[in-house]
């Protein structure tokens, strides 16, 4: 599958058309953003490891029954995936309290929840993805009811199965931000990526922050910590 006309530049990734209607081409950057873009900078080999770990995840989401974009990997940076129309809720599930919500109701990072949590907010950079409820997202017609409840329901099992799947790693997944998307027939698939940049991931032993937050806060060790991450992962998947 060959890539026509780029479709789209985002802070992470860069969209192609291909020859089949129903299928893209995401090519995935080295480029790192933080705080609604505010925060800019590189992480050498960000874009290989992103691409390869959302690959390997989704198909290991496949066989566990959660529908995804994932067609083939093309390339150490590009994937082929199935066009979606993108539900625009950035999908937020939490284990273990951390980043914004600590900082929104005053708890302290790594409290552990008795049940995980899931937050939409609206995918729109203009207003800064402002967090919204089911009630809201309906109003302003994002999605649809069906919809939503769909997207809980992947969203629960994604996050039961990325917590296992870590966790033998000797990983903690403390949260991570999912998209969705409609295919031609209204059928909602996983799409976007789930790596380093999406999902917080501490060290289970250490407490070692192994994600974009080491990028966000200045904590040095960046690229180190995506290439220890891929070899957790590599090592598991063998
Ligand atoms: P952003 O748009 O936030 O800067 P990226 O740089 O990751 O993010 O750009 C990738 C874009 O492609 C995102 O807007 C994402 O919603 C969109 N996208 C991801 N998967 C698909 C897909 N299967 N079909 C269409 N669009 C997709
Ligand atoms: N996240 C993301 N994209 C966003 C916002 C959040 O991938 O635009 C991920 C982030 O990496 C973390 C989780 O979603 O794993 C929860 O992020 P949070 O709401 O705490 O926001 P942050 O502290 O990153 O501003």
Request: hydrophobic residues 35%.
């Amino acid at each position: 599958m060959e890539k026509r006309k780029q479709l789209y530049e985002g802070k992470a990734k860069k969209v192609y058309a291909t020859d089949d209607p129903e299928l893209l081409i995401v090519s995935y950057k080295d480029d790192a953003t933080a705080f609604n873009g505010l925060k800019k900078g590189t992480i050498a080999g960000k874009g290989v490891i992103n691409n390869k770990m959302s690959n390997r995840l989704m198909q290991q989401l496949e066989k566990a029954g959660v529908p995804t974009h994932f067609v083939k990997e093309l390339s150490d940076r590009e994937t082929l995936v199935k066009k979606v129309s993108i539900v625009p809720l950035e999908v937020i599930v939490r284990n273990i309290a951390a980043g914004s919500f600590s900082k929104r109701y005053g708890v302290e990072e790594g409290k552990a929840f008795i049940h995980p949590t899931i937050e939409f907010s609206y995918k729109n950079d203009e207003l800064g993805d402002p967090l919204l409820n089911t009630d809201q997202a309906l109003v302003l017609g994002l999605v649809s009811k069906e919809e939503v409840e769909t997207i809980r329901a992947y969203s629960y099992r994604i996050n039961a199965f990325l917590q296992a799947f870590w966790r033998s790693c000797g990983v903690t997944l403390v949260d991570f931000k999912l998209e969705f998307g409609r295919l031609n027939d209204g059928t909602i698939v996983l799409a976007d990526e789930i790596s380093p940049d999406t999902c917080r991931l501490w060290d289970s032993k250490t407490g070692e922050k192994l994600d974009k937050d080491r990028f966000r806060r200045d904590l040095g060790g960046v690229e180190e910590a995506y290439q220890e991450i891929m070899k957790r992962l590599e090592t598991q998947l063998m």
